[in-house]
T-cell receptor, first 115, second 115 residues
C-alpha cells in the first residue's frame, strides 16, 4: 500500500491565485512528520514546510500553508498568490517515528503557473 | 547556511563500470540517506545510514550498491557494475536527528548516465 499518495500529476494555476496540492498518507504510527519539497527544473530538492502529527495548528511559512486534516490523513499544501517561479514539481513526504527514520515520498505534482 | 554538497554534478559512465558518487552532509548531522529519481519521477529511497552502519535499505539497493563514510565527513555511494537502468538522478540527504519533525536537507544531486 502507498504510504504517501499525490493524486494530481499536474496542475495549472493563474498567476496571483491560490492553489492546493493534495497529499494523503497512510500510517498507524501516532507520531509522524509530514513535509513538502519543491523541485524546480534545475533539479534540486528544496524543503518548504512541515507538519508534525501532534501539532495543533496548521503550519504556515510565508506563502505556503499546510491544510492538515488528521482524521482524513491529508496534508494538502496551499500556495497563496502564485508566482511564475512557483512552477515546479512538488513532493509530499512523511517521516515516521518507528523504523529507521527514512523519508517516504509521494509521486509528486507538477505545478505550472500561467502568466 | 549549511548545505549538503554532492560531486560530481553529472557523470557519464559505460555499462559495467564502477562509479562512486560523493556527498558531504551537513557537519553536525547524524542521519544520511541516498535516494534516486529516474527522469524527474518518483523519489525512491535507497539506503539510510546511521552510526557508521546501514540502518535500512530498499530492495533497489542490491549487492551492486554499497555506501561508506570513510573519513567522518564524506558519504559515498558506490555502484559496482553499472547497468543502463541505473541512469538516474542520485540525491544524498542528511538530517540532524531522528525526530519526526526534522527535515532532510538534500544535495543538488548527481545525474548519472550509463551508456
Amino acid at each position: 500500500a502507498q504510504k504517501i499518495t499525490q493524486t494530481q500529476p499536474g496542475m495549472f494555476v493563474q498567476e496571483k491565485e491560490a492553489v492546493t496540492l493534495d497529499c494523503t498518507y497512510d500510517t498507524s504510527d501516532p507520531s509522524y512528520g509530514l513535509f513538502w519539497y519543491k523541485q524546480p527544473s534545475s533539479g534540486e530538492m528544496i524543503f518548504l514546510i512541515y507538519q508534525g502529527s501532534y501539532d495543533q495548528q496548521n503550519a504556515t511559512e510565508g506563502r505556503y500553508s499546510l491544510n492538515f486534516q488528521k482524521a482524513r490523513k491529508s496534508a494538502n499544501l496551499v500556495i497563496s498568490a502564485s508566482q511564475l517561479g512557483d512552477s515546479a514539481m512538488y513532493f509530499c513526504a512523511m517521516r515516521e517515528y518507528s523504523g529507521t527514520y527514512k523519508y517516504i515520498f509521494g509521486t509528486g505534482t507538477r505545478l505550472k503557473v500561467l502568466a | 547556511e549549511p548545505e549538503v554538497t554532492q560531486t560530481p554534478s553529472h557523470q557519464v559512465t559505460q555499462m559495467g563500470q564502477e562509479v562512486i558518487l560523493r556527498c558531504v552532509p551537513i557537519s553536525n548531522h547524524l542521519y544520511f540517506y541516498w535516494y534516486r529519481q529516474i527522469l524527474g519521477q518518483k523519489v525512491e529511497f535507497l539506503v539510510s545510514f546511521y552510526n557508521n552502519e546501514i540502518s535500512e535499505k530498499s530492495e533497489i539497493f542490491d549487492d551492486q550498491f554499497s555506501v561508506e563514510r570513510p573519513d567522518g565527513s564524506n558519504f559515498t555511494l558506490k555502484i559496482r557494475s553499472t547497468k543502463l537502468e541505473d541512469s538516474a538522478m542520485y540525491f544524498c540527504a542528511s538530517s540532524g536527528d531522528r525526530e519526526v519533525n526534522t527535515e532532510a536537507f538534500f544535495g543538488q544531486g548527481t545525474r548519472l548516465t550509463v551508456v
